[in-house]
């Protein structure tokens, strides 16, 4: 596997829910492996609330719109829920260009902001 | 018909002549999906000559990444195929931004550009891809032959930048 421009880490917040960081770019190359590491610890942990911070992306295409919708989905069946939180400036372009800002709950201001 | 050299717009009469063409990029590649941020990073290489704005240049980035990616999950789905990207500029900062494949081609354009239409839901595809080609550029056109390819050309005119 050749190596992507994206890193993911995360954080178990008890008793139920889990925070995704997400940074550098989301493409399709990106998504594929995204969607795999994101889906094995939902599937691990089973939580009640993911919330996938987006504060760190330089760049996402419609690949990156794909991958919340698909863990949106994953969520529900899970019966929890999906947040997004802090997204940079090319994400949340990218949510109201397509619409997608009215169909997931966006937290914004979560920390201190780093400049735009 | 002699072939005039260079491209004007005898092909549209009423219209005035077009820009000439200042400089040109033609880049081939492998379909193979590390190529699309290769294809975003020479885009964004080329175009510093006219130095864009930051939006500017996100937004050229964001809408060839999804013509690539259109490629290499949609035109080759079955394989490795050639992608051919082509990028001229013209003197009055007009970007013409050309990706061609020799793909499987598109059935129904118009159907192709709905937002939210995907052949690919599995793969977790969004179907914005054209959305966001058209919402970013001035004008977009596609030309598809099913069974030959696609030639998606986006054109996108920047601001003038203010001479230091």
């Known amino acids: 596997m050749i190596k992507s421009n994206c890193t993911l880490t995360f954080e178990k917040n008890p008793p139920d829910s889990i925070t995704v960081s997400v940074s550098g770019e989301i493409d399709h190359h990106a998504a594929v492996s995204l969607r795999r590491d994101t889906d094995a610890v939902l599937w691990d942990y089973a939580p009640k609330k993911l919330t996938i911070d987006m504060s760190g992306i330089e760049f996402m295409d419609s690949s990156g719109l794909g991958f919340i919708m698909g863990r949106y989905d994953v969520m529900r069946k899970l019966g929890g829920v999906l947040f997004i939180r802090d997204p940079s400036p090319c994400v949340e372009k990218m949510l109201k260009l397509t619409g997608f800002d009215r169909r997931v709950t966006v937290i914004k201001n979560s920390k201190e902001r780093q400049s735009v | ?164």
């Open chain 2, 1 to 164: 018909m002699p072939r005039t050299k260079g491209k004007n717009n005898s092909r549209h009469p009423g219209r005035p002549p077009l820009s000439p063409v200042t400089n040109e990029l033609k880049l081939s590649f492998p379909s193979l999906s590390v190529n699309e941020g290769f294809a975003r990073a020479a885009l964004g290489a080329f175009l510093a000559q006219l130095d864009p704005t930051p939006t500017e240049l996100v937004d050229l980035k964001c809408a060839l990444s999804e013509a690539v990616t259109n490629c290499i999950v949609h035109a080759y789905s079955d394989g490795i195929g050639t992608v051919k990207l082509s990028v001229s500029l013209r003197a009055d900062r007009t970007v013409i931004i050309e990706v061609r494949d020799l793909g499987r081609g598109i059935p129904d354009v118009a159907q192709a550009r709905e937002p939210l239409y995907t052949t690919d839901a599995a793969g977790e595809r969004s179907g914005m891809g054209f959305t966001v080609m058209e919402s970013f550029s001035d004008k977009l056109s596609v030309v598809s032959k099913p069974g030959h390819g696609t030639t998606v050309k986006m054109i996108k005119r920047l601001s003038e930048r203010k001479k230091l």
